[in-house]
């Protein structure tokens, strides 16, 4: 049984003294350490929590309450009622001691009935959008977060070794997805945070492209992003390998992405600017021939998802703060010659930082 600490309202949302009603599940795991991976939408609003300077309430169908029970802190009170939206807003309205001037709401997961079930209910109450705030929080980790992260991260490494010996001429895509999949399932991943890929030759030339029956072949670059979820904490991270000795073209491309991106992770401290990663990977790539093939997006924070705010792309605002955990994912994709993409999970500390993901013996040639 995962038992996680509760945060209150005052430690997400500072200064804020209103009730905030929170429906997904992640915000839900955030704030309660009620552990879930219900992710499609019609399960979101089933199960929501109301907190304010005073309590935090959790609502959950009347069947789920001997499930739940057990998972959540002493602090939490839990209400089981039924679930539909309408009846699901008539019982946060009737927990309120009084009805607030603001209501705080995901406005981005709130399924619509049940806001339009508050809004009836609360015609006098400002419903107003605590996403930012909420991505804001999750932002910066707490150290048992770290630590999941972490946990996380060190199978995805198992994982991506156990790839290096398995890639070869000849298995389909798929197979690799598969093998990978079950590796990472039987050694403690509660699932993929998103759709693996394992992209090869042309197909890896866009990565919104999906694995297919597509074979490896001699001569190709193949590259694999993938991730494991271990106690709601998701990992990420992409390596490239060549199935046979490389082009010049193919070894020119992935020296310039291996050195934009480590250029940028040894850039990463405390109080540097977002956007200035963002620079110094254009200042890597001026000049160089295959400059025009980069896809300039450089990374995004990581967390309970894989991926959460902010993303590193130009003009991003902010700057790093220490504990922030993010990745660093140059990608150059050159017709022709290949598809390259090296992505890694940095924990940002006082001293500069830390590389959660990696490969034993870093190498481009399987």
Request: overall charge negative; proline content about 7%.
């Amino acid at each position: 049984m995962r038992r996680y600490s509760v945060k209150g309202l005052e430690e997400i949302f500072p200064g804020e003294q209103g009730p905030v009603l929170l429906t997904s599940p992640q915000a839900i795991f955030y704030t309660t350490g009620f552990y879930t991976t219900a992710r499609r939408p019609n399960q979101i609003g089933n199960q929501c929590v109301l907190m304010d300077e005073q309590f935090t309430l959790f609502f959950c169908p009347r069947n789920w309450g001997d499930v739940i029970r057990p998972q959540l802190d002493s602090q939490i009170t839990l209400i089981p009622c039924d679930p539909s939206p309408a009846a699901l807003a008539e019982a946060v309205c009737r927990a309120l001691p009084r009805k607030p001037e603001r209501l705080g709401l995901e406005e981005e997961t709130i399924i619509l009935p049940l806001y339009l079930a508050l809004r009836e209910q609360l015609p006098e109450t400002s419903l107003w959008d605590v996403t930012s705030r909420l991505y804001r929080a999750r932002m910066k980790k707490t150290p048992a977060e770290i630590a999941g992260l972490r946990r996380s991260a060190n199978l995805a490494k198992e994982a991506m070794e156990h790839a290096c010996d398995i890639l070869r001429p000849g298995v389909a895509e798929l197979d690799v997805v598969a093998e990978l999949e079950y590796f990472m399932r039987k050694n403690g991943s509660e699932g993929t945070p998103f759709t693996m890929k394992v992209l090869s030759g042309d197909n890896a030339l866009r990565t919104i492209n999906l694995p297919g029956t597509r074979k490896l072949a001699q001569g190709e670059i193949v590259l694999l992003d993938f991730g494991t979820t271990v106690g709601n904490y998701a990992s990420d991270w992409t390596r490239s390998f060549m199935l046979g000795q490389p082009t010049r073209e193919q070894q020119a491309l992935y020296e310039l992405v291996w050195r934009i991106e480590r250029t940028c992770i040894n850039r990463i401290r405390p109080g540097i600017s977002l956007q200035s990663l963002m620079d110094t990977a254009f200042d890597v790539l001026r000049g160089h021939p295959f400059e025009t093939w980069f896809n300039p997006y450089l990374g995004h924070s990581i967390g309970i998802d894989s991926v959460e705010r902010p993303a590193i792309v130009p003009g991003v605002q902010g700057c790093l703060e220490e504990n922030m955990v993010l990745t660093i994912e140059p990608g150059v994709y050159v017709p022709g010659v290949g598809g390259i993409r090296i992505e890694d999970e940095i924990l940002v500390t006082s001293e500069g930082p830390e590389i959660l993901t990696g490969l034993r013996t870093e190498r481009f040639v399987l």
